[in-house]
């Protein structure tokens, strides 16, 4: 189609209705002459999508702003359009008295379906509708957001706030005793738990006298309970989703009464922590007097449940009378305490399963009881200390554990009575003894160690370590410092990751020069390897005819092999000794 023909099709479709479209607009804007008798019918399809914010400026449109009753007629254009509003108001209010029972619920002596029947008749005109709409206005306008939010989620959680009307008598923090202890608890949370005995709690009141109550005072407790707690509405919400898990853990425990409150009592007043410190840590609750012992999965189930009263008992206190709520704060205090001190415990144990692991002499088979709260305060401490201590002792070590040392002759021997200040020498001169003890020695560029550059050797044999060490003594060069660390591979995997922080923390700091060696088996995996896996460098070290010529050098050392086991060599070495006077070991 040619553009000559659009322009004359839309000239056509202009002409058509733009006409009838002002009419329309001309006749409906004559109805605001008199605008009180205006139907609601005749109006409904213009107003109803428009927001109350944009009402003046539509109504411009339709009749002049210098008019005197132009505010009268603005205010009931808004009222109409938040007709939607107040009928919803007006529905939650009849469903809280059906769902609870409440007869009436409000001052007006009319009757919500009157009521909900005279906003919804098509009949009203648009000054009728005002009036209708000003009394209702009149009676609810003085509730707030928060209120209108609290009606809400009472009638979304009907089911769940029907079962709290049920047991609003009974303490629903004896909900704690049950804690994981039940299949539907695995799938409630801490917090939804504290949501129904904060319910419980706001609403108490209310819902003891819904049944009876006939007059204004009961909307106006919930405005006083929505000011109150603010995030009440979003409390029932939760708890209305998990309604029938609630349910269920709380008719498996409701008998358990007041047993967990004094198993924790107990354990701050009358227990005893027994700790164990061997291969792993092993901590027990004993009370005075008596042979029942408490695990640390217990102490902790037990911790988890006092977090729980302390919250609760906490809000449950503010609406106590003064005796009452003493009490209720001298348990809360009990709960808090027994809470410092199982995170006291589990505070500890990481630390002394590193003293155990790093292989702290203390820690081999380490007993402790403590009594009071300070006593287990006082040996974290200690146990904090003694680990710093041990950190500290192995960065002052230039080897980390497993340091090769090598007796080869007076120049080199040092005792227990070595003081520590002489150790770096003795390792100094390493280098220099080994040149001259063995100065005729074949060299090889593959044990080479580069001063500033680590070097790590893989090997398949803890055997040849000897022959790697002395390899790389003697082809690194007899004026320099050259440190192996040897049989990296059998410490523990926290302890080879503390080796390799320490390594990569000071290897930009001088020329040094270190080896490590670390044997590796078939489909064997080490830390050390792994992040060192650019430098590694697969070594068997000197020769057997090498080693061999070395051992023969040595005039207090026999070596005694054979091919094969069970041929006598274990006989003859203890023979030889027996021979010079000497003890095996």
Not at 285 to 301: F, H, I, P, V
Not at 550 to 562: E, G, K, L
């Amino acid at each position: 189609m040619s553009s000559k023909k659009d322009m004359l099709l839309v000239a056509d479709i202009a002409a058509t209705f733009f006409p009838a479209a002002i009419q329309a607009y001309s006749q409906h804007a004559k109805l605001y002459d008199d605008w009180q008798k205006i139907s609601l019918k005749e109006i409904e399809q213009v107003w109803e999508r428009v927001p109350v914010k944009d009402a003046e400026k539509e109504l411009r449109f339709l009749r002049e702003e210098s008019r005197d009753d132009f505010k009268d007629m603005l205010s009931a254009v808004k009222s109409f359009i938040d007709r939607p509003l107040w009928i919803s108001r007006v529905m939650l209010v009849q469903e809280i008295k059906a769902i609870y029972g409440a007869p009436e619920c409000y001052t007006s002596s009319v009757a919500t379906e009157d009521i909900l029947t005279n906003l919804k008749s098509p009949e009203h005109t648009l000054g009728s509708y005002q009036q209708a709409l000003g009394r209702i206005q009149q009676l609810l306008n003085s509730y707030d957001r928060r209120f209108w939010k609290l009606l809400q989620e009472m009638v979304s959680g009907k089911d769940f706030l029907q079962f709290l009307t049920a047991v609003v008598e009974n303490d629903l923090r004896n909900i704690i005793n049950g804690v994981d202890d039940y299949d539907d608890a695995r799938v409630i949370q801490e917090e939804t738990i504290f949501s129904m005995i904060e319910v419980q709690r706001s609403l108490k009141p209310v819902l003891q006298a819904i049944h009876t109550w006939r007059e204004a005072p009961l909307l106006n407790m919930l405005q006083e309970i929505a000011r109150d707690n603010p995030v009440l509405h979003s409390r029932i919400s939760l708890c209305a989703a998990n309604n029938v898990a609630l349910q269920n853990l709380y008719n498996n425990i409701a008998n358990r009464g007041e047993a967990t409150k004094d198993k924790i009592a107990n354990a701050v007043k009358r227990g005893t922590y027994d700790f164990v410190f061997q291969e792993r840590v092993d901590v027990l609750l004993n009370y005075r007097g008596e042979s029942k012992q408490t695990s640390l999965a217990e102490l902790q189930d037990l911790c988890g449940r006092a977090r729980l009263y302390a919250r609760s008992a906490m809000s449950e206190a503010k609406s106590l009378s003064l005796g009452a709520e003493k009490d209720e704060e001298h348990m809360a205090d009990i709960m808090h305490e027994f809470v410092q001190i199982v995170d006291t415990i589990q505070g500890m144990i990481p630390i002394a399963t590193k003293l155990i692991r790093l292989g702290h002499l203390k820690y081999i088979n380490f007993v402790r009881k403590a009594v009071r709260k300070s006593e287990l305060v006082a040996l974290a401490t200690e146990l904090k200390e003694d680990l710093q201590d041990l950190f500290t002792s192995i960065q002052n070590q230039i080897v980390t554990q497993a340091m090769l040392i090598f007796r080869l002759n007076a120049t080199i021997y040092f005792d227990s009575t070595t003081r520590k200040h002489r150790l770096r020498d003795v390792l100094d001169d390493l280098p220099k003894t080994v040149h001259t003890t063995f100065p005729q020695l074949p060299q090889s560029t593959l044990d080479i160690v580069q001063p500033g550059k680590l070097f790590v050797v893989a090997c398949a044999s803890r055997y040849l370590i000897p022959n790697i060490v002395i390899s790389l003594f003697v082809n690194s060069g007899h004026s320099s410092k050259l440190f192996c660390v040897a049989g990296v591979d059998i410490l523990s995997s926290e302890t080879q990751y503390y080796l390799v922080k320490m390594i990569q923390e000071h290897r930009t700091l001088c020329d040094y020069m270190l080896a490590l060696i670390c044997c590796q088996s078939e489909n064997e995996n080490h830390h050390i390897l792994d992040q060192f896996a650019s430098l590694v460098v697969r070594s068997s070290g000197l020769a057997d005819k090498s080693m061999k010529r070395i051992y023969s050098d040595f005039r207090n050392v026999t070596c005694v092999t054979s091919a094969h086991s069970g041929q006598g060599k274990t006989t003859r070495i203890n023979q030889i000794c027996g021979e010079n006077r000497k003890h095996t070991i």
